[in-house]
């Protein structure tokens, strides 16, 4: 499995922007998330979905603004960002975990077996 995320970008406080994550293959029981990490901070869990049942999985403080979903068709999934922060400001990674059977959505890095490229987020104030 090969991911490539995008939609990356410099934009103001308060705007909104969209994050994709398109995979080479997917499976019904893989689960694709979004992770973060700032400069001079560990990588932190955002948000991750199941491909067969749509489940998702949220880090609290990004609840409400942060929406994680799923195109089946495309085998992508979106990160949809709004009323960004300076604080949002991080490189966004995409990374799956490529389980054969059904697991719980788990919300650190070393349960994702594949990771993209990341895709550098800069929020201005």
């Known amino acids: 499995v090969q991911l490539q995320a995008s939609g990356g970008g410099l934009v103001q406080a308060g705007t909104s922007l969209r994050l994709s994550c398109a995979a080479s293959?997917?499976?019904?029981?893989?689960?694709t998330g979004w992770f973060r990490q700032a400069p001079g901070k560990e990588r932190e869990f955002v948000a991750a979905?199941?491909?067969?049942?749509?489940?998702?999985s949220y880090t609290d403080s990004l609840k409400g603004r942060f929406t994680i979903s799923r195109d089946v068709a495309k085998d992508t999934v979106y990160l949809q960002m709004s009323f960004l922060k300076p604080e949002d400001t991080a490189v966004y990674y995409c990374?799956?975990?490529?389980?054969?059977?059904?697991?719980?959505?788990?919300?650190?890095?070393?349960?994702?077996?594949?990771w993209g490229q990341g895709t550098q987020v800069t929020v201005s104030s």
């Open positions: 979905i199941r491909w067969r049942d749509g489940e998702t």
């Open positions: 990374a799956a975990e490529t389980a054969r059977y059904y697991r719980p959505i788990k919300n650190y890095p070393t349960a994702y077996d594949t």
């Open positions: 293959e997917t499976r019904s029981n893989y689960v």
